[in-house]
């Protein structure tokens, strides 16, 4: 069925096994993953150190769009993503070091 199609499809089941850093988001208006259907995602992003799960109120499916900003540069979802690999680089070489 769909239902079982989707079940299996989901990423929310194998959250667990991720072992390292991993940024996921997705917007709450989404029209294809829908906010309501993120629950278990959340849960099981939240039990795993190495995920961090972000949730925006707007910005549809692959969305975030920048007024304005067009073709011109970085927008907001490429800084936010950057931010954090750079981040989890940091916190890396840190656990190397240390």
Known sequence: SVDDYY???SSDQRL????A??????????????GFSLMGSIE??????????AVTSHG???????????????G???RVACGFLET???LQSEEQEG
């Open 88 to 90: 989890a680089m940091e």
């Open 44 to 53: 099981a992003a939240r039990q795993n150190p190495q995920v961090m799960m």
């Open 60 to 74: 549809g499916h692959l969305g975030w769009c920048d007024r304005g900003e067009g073709w011109g540069g970085p």
């Open 16 to 19: 667990s096994q991720i072992k």
């Open 7 to 9: 079940a299996a499809a």
């Open 21 to 34: 850093p991993l940024l996921v988001m997705n917007a709450y208006d989404d029209p294809i993953v829908p």
């Open 76 to 78: 907001w979802v490429e």
